[in-house]
């Protein structure tokens, strides 16, 4: 039994570092393209495989009034996009 798999081009597991980072929750496209842009930047240069990581609804805020994204069709929208246009696996 192998404990390795593929998130789109990344292999995980087998000892291998890689790093799923992004916003808790998408505030808005500009802020999570913004982000990504970032960290694969810095990623690429570390030649670190980089999995897109983000919420469209983040229920667990401490207030019921506290903002919690997009929602499921707006936010998917806008994570097909970055992973489409950047080239990058994308975990909700």
């Known amino acids: 039994m192998s404990a390795e798999f593929e998130i789109g081009p990344v292999r995980v597991g087998g000892g291998r570092l ?16 913004t982000m990504a842009d970032a960290i694969q930047r810095i990623t690429s240069d570390l030649k670190l495989p980089y999995i897109f990581k983000a919420s469209y609804d983040k229920a667990n805020r401490t207030s019921v009034k506290s903002f919690r994204g997009p929602g499921l069709v707006e936010g998917t929208a806008i994570l097909r996009r ?11």
Do not use: Q
């Not at 970055?82 to 696996?89: F, H, Y």
């Open 18 to 33: 890689f790093l799923v980072a992004g916003p808790c929750v998408i505030e808005s496209e500009a802020h999570v393209r």
């Open 82 to 92: 970055l992973g489409e246009a950047r080239g990058l696996p994308v975990l909700t």
